[in-house]
């Protein structure tokens, strides 16, 4: 079974087309990542996918249409007062208040203790009873991963998870992911081609449309059209298999 199955996908915002003709199928167990240009409509796919834009086209996730409760998404950016009082620990609770709208909802030990493992794994356990206005950007963006994770999504969407953390960080989250790619979908928007490199499984180029769709492997060409200008590879420190020569091509 696809994981998400999208034909014909136009996104349009005024006069401006976001995305245009997008067809893309993403197997179950898939670990796909996102590249493009800024501007290129990479977060307004990801947004389509969740539907919180309008679009044109048809989107199935695991062969049902707005099939939202399969999702875990981490935006690049989070609308959240930082200056609310409230710890890292219980930000992360409340990925469990999806299932109760009751406000006498209680929190168990075993969800405490289910959170607390989250983030052991992402190396933040130490700051669980810190308040979010004391945390850099890098710890606020792990924060808001474990919490997407305890969701335990079907698919997850990430856009640009590892924005704002260092390298070493950067890296622990990529191999986190490399093994919750075992019991999930994952699909990221990212710029890191170390993530390219060591985790991913497959790739689609976006630049209003989709430039390219299959194994995780770069080329001139191929970054010449998402970008617009002919670009130099560089690829220093990075496997051969993100930067080789391969044909040219698009899913239909």
């Given at each position: 079974m696809n994981a998400l199955?999208?034909?014909?996908?136009?996104?349009?915002?005024a006069n401006h087309h976001a995305l245009q003709n997008i067809n893309l199928n993403v197997a179950?167990?898939?670990?796909l990542g996102i590249l493009g240009p800024n501007g290129g409509g990479k977060s307004t796919f990801i947004k389509a996918i969740i539907g919180s834009v309008p679009y044109t086209g048809s989107i199935e996730i695991?062969?049902?249409?707005?099939?939202?409760?399969e999702l875990g998404?981490?935006?690049q950016s989070l609308d959240l007062n930082k200056q609310f009082p409230i710890n890292v620990l219980e930000v992360c609770l409340g990925a469990y208040l999806h299932k109760s709208w009751n406000i006498f909802y209680q929190y168990t030990a075993k969800m405490k203790s289910e959170a607390m493992e989250y983030l052991a794994m992402l190396g933040i356990?130490?700051?669980?009873?810190?308040?979010?206005?004391?945390?850099?950007?890098?710890?606020?963006?792990?924060?808001?991963?474990?919490?997407?994770?305890?969701?335990?999504?079907r698919l997850l969407l990430l856009d640009?998870?590892?924005?704002?953390?260092?390298?070493?960080?950067?890296?622990?989250?990529?191999?986190?992911?490399a093994k919750l790619n075992n019991k999930m979908t994952i699909i990221m928007v990212t710029h890191d081609l170390t993530a390219i490199a060591s985790c991913v499984?497959?790739?689609?180029?976006?630049s209003q449309t989709l430039i390219y769709h299959g194994e995780p492997k770069l080329n001139a060409e191929i970054m010449t059209e998402m970008y617009g200008c002919p670009i130099d590879l560089i690829a220093h420190g990075h496997p051969h298999r993100v930067l080789p020569q391969h044909s040219h091509h698009t899913e239909k």
């Open positions: 199955s999208i034909q014909n996908l136009c996104v349009t915002y179950e167990g898939d670990f695991f062969g049902k249409k707005k099939n939202y409760k998404y981490m935006p356990d130490h700051l669980a009873e810190r308040g979010i206005t004391e945390l850099s950007g890098g710890e606020f963006q792990k924060m808001l991963l474990a919490r997407t994770l305890l969701t335990k999504p640009e998870p590892t924005a704002n953390i260092d390298p070493q960080s950067s890296q622990l989250i990529f191999e986190l992911l499984k497959s790739i689609a180029c976006l």
